[in-house]
């Protein structure tokens, strides 16, 4: 996938900080804005790149939920795709994950939401290039035993383990929708060597398939 990111974006790039939510590229991400900081966020990106950042909060934000608690430094950057401006204000909006980018510096608090400098992560040249391609594809097979424990889902997560080409983008695309732990998530987007995140997205996959195979006493467990 092409990363479609303005420099001048990246510049001054607005940071919508949430509690335990992970964006990845090549992901779609309903969000509903309601705050009415978030509501001149929204405005504001929407008249300009319709770039915006989506960053974790760490955990003990509570304390300072209404300031500025601190977050990840690695983040989803994405474009809105889609928004739908509400009679009241707020807004229905969809962002299409393009790439991780680390937050160097948060910029001055001249608005009522957070915006900051940083610069794109790509993937690493890895260290294992020779073993992506075979671990790209064993992503893939693992997808279709999930597949095959999961009926209802099946077709589309057969689908969504094809649908980005590179091994890199493979795993991103997969992690988004199967792995729910917020602490696992953020690690998997901080690993920028694909074949880092190939190793532990089947290692993750491969237990899910063990506890769906025990679940079900061994019956209909994939081969």
């Known amino acids: 996938m092409t990363t479609m990111i303005p420099r001048g974006a990246l510049e001054d790039l607005a940071v919508f900080p949430l509690p335990d939510l992970v964006f990845f590229p090549h992901a779609l991400l309903p969000l ?43 983040a989803g950057a994405g474009v809105c795709v889609h928004a739908d401006k509400l009679p009241d204000g707020r807004y229905h909006i969809v962002l299409r994950g393009l790439a991780r980018v680390l937050i160097e510096e948060e910029l001055p608090a001249d608005k009522l939401y957070r915006r900051a400098r940083a610069r794109l992560l790509g993937d690493d040249r890895s260290t294992r290039a020779d073993e992506l391609g075979a671990k790209h594809h064993e992503l893939i097979l693992l997808c279709d035993r999930l597949a095959a424990a999961m009926p209802a889902e099946a077709e589309a997560l057969r689908q ?14 997969v992690a988004s929708a199967l792995v729910r732990d917020p602490d696992a998530r953020q690690t ?32 209909g467990a994939p081969n």
């Open 32 to 74: 509903h804005i309601f705050e009415p900081r978030y509501r001149d966020m929204t405005a504001d990106v929407l008249a300009g790149s319709r770039i915006m950042a989506v960053a974790r909060l760490r955990p003990g934000y509570q304390a300072d939920y209404q300031g500025r608690p601190p977050i990840f430094d690695t």
């Open 160 to 173: 969504l383990a094809r649908a980005v080409a590179s091994p890199g983008g493979c795993a991103d695309a």
């Open 188 to 219: 998997l987007l901080e690993l920028l060597d694909p074949a880092d995140r190939l190793d532990q997205l089947a290692a993750h996959i491969t237990a899910l398939v063990a506890r769906l195979a025990a679940r079900d006493g061994g019956r």
